[in-house]
């Protein structure tokens, strides 16, 4: 019944107090998490003990990052982080529309900024694989060089303390939030970051909606060498196939849309890059996960991980605990020893 803005600051009021308590919670760990060797694996050289993260933007700024842990999660990638703080879009920017699973949010990249969530995962434990996922500071008048400064700058303070870097090219609610979809800003930019030493996987997160001509430009960069992996993908712009009432979904006006509505779409990019690439980009499968057939789905069609944020929203704390005892359940009915061996069958 809460505003959503309002049901988030609470929840993350919670975890905060959570895993600060002293004994609490790793008393209550065994409630949430699930011990079976299936589900570990080594993707980006980095390991994992279950396949199922926390996706962005729901820990902008690295402040819960024990919590997720703590719930079950085997990974979290905090931000989108940028280089300057940034307050976002005017509120109301985050809606539920329960009848589709689903949210429309145009947040508009608030964050602390860079300095402070270095800072902040400095001070957290980070006990599981922490992404930090960075992105171009939401303003109109930084573009070209400056873009590519901006980015850098966050860059540099953030790699230190993460085990990977997602730079998310596919932010659909700044002007110029898809800058980086052009192959050569792209290919010149992560061509800077890896000037510098001792750098952790660097994956590059697209939009649902990016067109195949865009997606070619993208992989070409991968297939240079000069990024590790995709996270595919982020919420649409569009508004098709949703079952809620129109005049509403109109009102709310623009913004990403996120959970079931986008499931299948995610799959089928997943799939046509697995195929594309012959299982060669690793893949973070992110896009309607609330359940273990929905993850299972995902890396069938070639994800070695999953993320989900909306799922979390509507089927509560325990989303990971299911997912993962659903997911033994079903490799071992499928024969599967490992995650790793189910990735792509869909497409092999
Ligand atoms: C309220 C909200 C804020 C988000 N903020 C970010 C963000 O800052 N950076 C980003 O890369 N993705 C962001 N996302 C997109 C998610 O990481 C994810 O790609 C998308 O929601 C699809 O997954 P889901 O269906 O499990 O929610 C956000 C999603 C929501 C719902």
């Not at 690295?62 to 509120?91: R, Y």
Request: proline residues 5%.
């Amino acid at each position: 019944m809460l505003d959503p803005e309002r049901a988030h600051s609470l929840a993350s009021f919670f975890g905060k107090v959570y895993q600060s308590t002293p004994l609490i919670p790793s008393a209550l760990d065994s409630l949430f998490t699930v011990e079976d060797g299936a589900l570990i694996s080594d993707v980006f050289g980095l390991d994992f003990a279950n396949p199922v993260g926390l996706a962005a933007g729901f820990d902008k700024n690295a402040e819960l990052v024990d919590f997720f842990a703590h719930l079950g999660f085997g990974f979290t990638e905090v931000g989108s982080v940028t280089a300057k703080p940034w307050s976002g879009n005017k509120k109301p920017r985050m809606f539920r529309l329960p009848d589709d699973c689903a949210i429309i949010n145009r947040m508009g990249l608030n964050n602390y900024g860079a300095q402070v969530v270095a800072s902040n995962l400095e001070a957290s434990e980070r006990p599981y694989p922490v992404g930090v996922n960075i992105t171009k500071t939401a303003d109109n008048d930084i573009i070209g060089d400056k873009a590519i400064e901006d980015i850098l700058f966050s860059f540099d303070i953030l790699y230190p303390s993460a085990d990977y870097i997602t730079f998310n090219i596919s932010c659909p609610n700044t002007k110029d939030g898809k800058t980086f979809e052009d192959p050569d800003s792209l290919d010149s930019l992560l061509r800077e970051m890896r000037k510098r030493e001792s750098i952790p996987p660097v994956l590059v997160k697209i939009s649902s909606d990016i067109g195949h001509f865009a997606l070619d430009g993208v992989l070409d960069v991968g297939y240079r060498g000069l990024f590790d992996g995709l996270v595919v993908a982020n919420t649409t712009s569009k508004r098709k196939g949703l079952v809620s009432d129109p005049s509403y979904v109109e009102k709310i006006g623009v913004g990403g849309l996120s959970g079931h509505p986008i499931r299948e779409r995610s799959s089928q990019l997943i799939r046509l890059i697995y195929s594309l690439t012959s299982g060669r980009m690793p893949v973070i499968g992110v896009g309607g996960v609330d359940s273990a057939e929905s993850a299972y789905d995902k890396i069938k069609s070639g994800a070695s991980l999953v993320q989900l944020y909306t799922g979390m929203i509507y089927q509560g704390p325990f989303v990971a605990r299911d997912i993962n005892s659903g997911l033994s359940e079903l490799l071992e009915k499928d024969g599967f020893k490992s995650v790793s061996e189910a990735v792509g069958v869909y497409v092999r």
